[in-house]
């Protein structure tokens, strides 16, 4: 049995608020892909706002602009995000990302071992995205390309 799981957070910048009219094609979808990802097998939790709805509405600590969207969530294991993220109906999504998001001006994605049962806050993901900017990928963040093995359990 696992003694890890793995937590990731991406941070979009919208073009738009997500109220505008530019966003209700995004806006609609947010649900659906939502539920794709927790029909998932390795799906263990997403942040969600204070209603159960998409992270979307969530405030981004450390971030003046109320345009950055986070997407903040636990896996089982790598293999499983990466199939929910290029491999079900979230990739055709993902595809369009230019038409909702701003292009990135950094590092947007951190991913991080977490033992099992853990629920990362927001701001501990903010600051291991920050720390993975400023430091490159270690076992306080690290992206898709550098894959840090999870911990060896003590004992």
Same mark, same amino acid.
């Given at each position: 049995?696992?003694?890890?799981?793995?937590?990731?957070?991406?941070?979009?910048?919208?073009?738009?608020?997500? &109220?505008?009219?530019?966003?209700?094609?995004?806006?609609?979808?947010?649900?659906? /892909?939502?539920?794709?990802?927790?029909?998932?097998?390795?799906?263990?939790?997403?942040?969600?706002?204070?209603?159960?709805?998409?992270?979307?509405?969530?405030?981004? @600590?450390?971030?003046?602009? @109320?345009?950055?969207? =986070?997407?903040?969530?636990?896996?089982?294991?790598?293999?499983?995000?990466?199939?929910?993220?290029?491999?079900?109906?979230?990739?055709?999504?993902?595809?369009?990302?230019?038409?909702?998001?701003? @292009?990135?001006?950094?590092?947007?994605?951190?991913?991080?071992?977490?033992?099992?049962?853990? /629920?990362?806050? /927001?701001?501990?993901?903010? +600051? +291991?995205?920050? #720390?993975?900017? &400023? #430091?490159? @990928?270690? =076992?306080?963040?690290?992206?898709?390309?550098? &894959?840090?093995?999870?911990?060896?359990?003590?004992?």
């Amino acid at each position: 049995m696992a003694a890890f799981h793995l937590a990731q957070l991406n941070l979009g910048l919208f073009r738009a608020p997500l &109220d505008s009219d530019e966003m209700t094609e995004f806006r609609l979808a947010l649900e659906p /892909i939502n539920a794709i990802a927790e029909a998932t097998p390795g799906f263990v939790w997403r942040l969600t706002d204070e209603d159960g709805g998409s992270a979307s509405y969530v405030r981004v @600590p450390g971030r003046r602009s @109320p345009l950055w969207a =986070p997407n903040l969530s636990v896996w089982t294991d790598l293999d499983s995000l990466h199939h929910f993220m290029y491999k079900s109906g979230h990739a055709s999504y993902l595809r369009r990302r230019t038409e909702w998001f701003q @292009p990135p001006s950094g590092v947007t994605n951190v991913l991080w071992w977490i033992p099992v049962g853990e /629920i990362p806050s /927001i701001a501990d993901a903010v +600051r +291991r995205l920050d #720390h993975l900017r &400023d #430091h490159g @990928p270690g =076992p306080e963040g690290f992206g898709f390309r550098n &894959d840090v093995a999870p911990p060896t359990p003590p004992g």
